[in-house]
């Protein structure tokens, strides 16, 4: 593990975001979005080493993972962005330390994560909770984030972080978004999660460019099964066209 201090920016009790790839890229899409919304300005880069490595007319290489800390100093707004989850729990757990260490250092007492919630939802995509303090329940469910009942998990880090935040003392919070597809972007979805986190943080985000990557998404996707259309009826007809002697 290596760690990059870049520069030491003047916060004071300051939020973190944070968000890794999970289902329908919807953590990842926030976080980004948000940091280049907010003008963020990198200062901490922390590379892990990957359990593979990978070549280039057979000359190989062993890269390395980024989990890369921005500030908006003048919200007091931390957000950590990995390009991907550790392939170990046990990595998991270490790295998510890691993060808290650095929570710590800048006082931060209140850490939100995003995830997917497969579900095949109706018209909007909701926003559910997972909260690691009872109190923090009643604040959520004034901006319109609802509530699972009975058990559930949530899986990698964007779980993890805020249960090892609750052992070390920080609050922490899990916005999950309804998903349709896991393994197509999840653009609306996204914008769901950042809404319900710019009102509970009080920022003016524009979300309406998520719309239209959505849109770009949802007419590639029509277009893809038009064509497998096409093509199937196409099968369909030279089937036809063919004599078949036993």
Same mark, same amino acid.
């Given at each position: 593990?290596?760690?990059?201090v870049i520069?030491q920016?003047q916060?004071?009790?300051?939020?973190?975001i944070a /968000?890794?790839?999970g289902?329908g #890229?919807?953590a990842? +899409?926030?976080a980004? !979005?948000?940091?280049?919304? %907010?003008e963020?300005?990198k200062?901490i880069e +922390?590379r !892990?080493?990957?359990?593979v490595? @990978?070549y280039?007319?057979s000359?190989?290489?062993?890269p390395? +993972?980024?989990?890369?800390f921005?500030?908006?100093?003048?919200k007091?707004?931390?957000?950590?962005?990995g390009d991907?989850?550790?392939?170990?729990?046990?990595?998991a757990v270490a790295? /998510?330390e890691?993060?808290i260490d650095?929570?710590? &250092?800048?006082d931060?007492?209140?850490i939100y994560?995003?995830?997917?919630y *497969?579900?095949? !939802?109706?018209?909007?995509?909701?926003? #559910?909770? @997972?909260?690691?303090?009872? &109190?923090?329940?009643?604040?959520?469910?004034?901006?319109?984030v609802?509530? %699972?009942e009975?058990?559930?998990?949530?899986?990698?880090?964007?779980?993890?972080l805020?249960?090892?935040a609750?052992n070390?003392?920080?609050h922490?919070?899990c916005l999950?978004?309804? +998903?349709r597809?896991?393994? @197509? *972007?999840?653009h609306l979805?996204?914008?769901a999660? %950042?809404?319900?986190?710019?009102a509970i =943080?009080? %920022?003016?985000?524009?979300?309406s460019?998520l719309?239209k990557?959505?849109?770009?998404?949802?007419?590639s996707?029509r277009?893809? =099964?038009?064509?497998?259309e096409d093509?199937?009826?196409?099968?369909?007809?030279d089937? &036809? &066209?063919?004599?078949?002697i036993?």
């Amino acid at each position: 593990m290596e760690i990059d201090v870049i520069s030491q920016p003047q916060l004071k009790e300051p939020i973190m975001i944070a /968000a890794w790839p999970g289902m329908g #890229y919807l953590a990842k +899409i926030s976080a980004d !979005y948000l940091r280049r919304r %907010l003008e963020a300005e990198k200062f901490i880069e +922390i590379r !892990y080493p990957q359990n593979v490595i @990978v070549y280039k007319d057979s000359l190989a290489e062993l890269p390395s +993972i980024r989990h890369r800390f921005f500030a908006v100093p003048d919200k007091d707004i931390i957000i950590c962005v990995g390009d991907s989850q550790p392939s170990t729990s046990g990595e998991a757990v270490a790295l /998510a330390e890691q993060i808290i260490d650095i929570a710590e &250092k800048y006082d931060v007492k209140m850490i939100y994560t995003m995830a997917a919630y *497969p579900s095949d !939802y109706p018209d909007t995509p909701r926003v #559910y909770g @997972v909260y690691t303090d009872e &109190k923090l329940k009643e604040p959520l469910e004034a901006y319109g984030v609802e509530f %699972l009942e009975g058990e559930g998990a949530v899986n990698g880090l964007n779980g993890i972080l805020i249960g090892v935040a609750k052992n070390r003392g920080i609050h922490g919070v899990c916005l999950m978004g309804e +998903i349709r597809y896991a393994n @197509v *972007p999840q653009h609306l979805s996204s914008k769901a999660v %950042l809404d319900k986190l710019s009102a509970i =943080l009080e %920022l003016d985000v524009d979300t309406s460019q998520l719309v239209k990557r959505a849109e770009k998404i949802d007419a590639s996707i029509r277009k893809s =099964l038009g064509e497998y259309e096409d093509y199937e009826e196409h099968e369909r007809k030279d089937e &036809k &066209k063919i004599r078949y002697i036993s």
